[in-house]
C-alpha cells in the first residue's frame, strides 16, 4: 500500500496529514532529458509501478548536451544516452521510453512542443502526469532551472490544461485517433518544499540502483561513492519532514 504524507497541513475540507495516494493506474513522466525522470522521482516511480500503474516515459530531447567532450558525436552520445534511460527505466518497472527527439538546449514551451506532449497524453491516457516545475526558483541549485526544464514544464502543464481535454485544440490530433482526455493530476518534484511527500524507503535502493544505469552522467572517476551518498543523504532530510527514513517531495496539483 502506498504510504505518503502531507508535509503541510492542509484544511479541513481536504485530506488529512496522513492520507494515502490514490492508486493510479496510468502514469506519464515528460522529461526534458535522459535521468531526469530517475533524478527527480525515481523511487516514487518505482513504487507507483509496483502497485500496479502502467508508467511511461516521455524523454523530450536527445541528451546531446549532456557530456564534457566537446569531440564526440552527437549521434553516439545520443545512443548511449538512450540505452541508459531504457535501463534505468526496466530498473524501476517503466513500461515504455518515448524519445521525441528534440535537440537538447534547444527547447521553448511554444505550441510545437505542446502539440507533441498532447499526443503523449491522449496516447497513453495518464490519470497522472509528473514534469518539471515550469518557472525558475532563485533560492534552489541551478540545475533545477535548465532552461529546457522550464519548457517542458511550462508546455506540459499547458498541454495538460487546456490542450488535452479539449476536442477543439490540435484537431489534426483526432485524425490519428487521439481523444481528447483529462488528466487528474500533476505532480512536480520540488527540492525540498514540496506539499506531497511520498515515502520511499522500500524503493530508495531501486532508485540508486537505477541512477546507476545512467553511467554517461554519474559514473565520473572518483564520483560513484559521493553521488550515492547525496542522494541518501538529501532523501533523509526530506523523509525527516513525514517522519520517514526516505521521501520524494513533489508539489501535488489537482487539475
Ligand atoms: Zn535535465
Known sequence: MAT?????KR???TSSSNSHSPKFKS???VSAHPDDPDFGAGGTIAKLARDGARVTYAIVTDGSQGGEDPNQKDSELIAIREKEQKAAARVLGVKK???LGYKDGHLSPDLKLRHDIVRMIRKYKPELVITHLPGRVLDAPMGGSHPDHLA???ATMAAVYPDSRNPRAFRSLLKEGLQPHEVKEV???FWTSGDHLVDISSTLDQKIAALRKHKSQVAKPGREWDFEKFMR??????GKKGGFRYAESFKRITV
Open 97 to 99: 521510453v518515448e524519445f
Open 11 to 13: 484544511p479541513a475540507t
Open 4 to 8: 505518503t504524507r502531507k508535509a503541510t
Open 233 to 238: 543523504k538529501r532523501h533523509r532530510e526530506v
Open 152 to 154: 517542458v514544464g511550462e
Open 27 to 29: 502514469v506519464l513522466v
Open 187 to 189: 505532480w512536480i518534484p
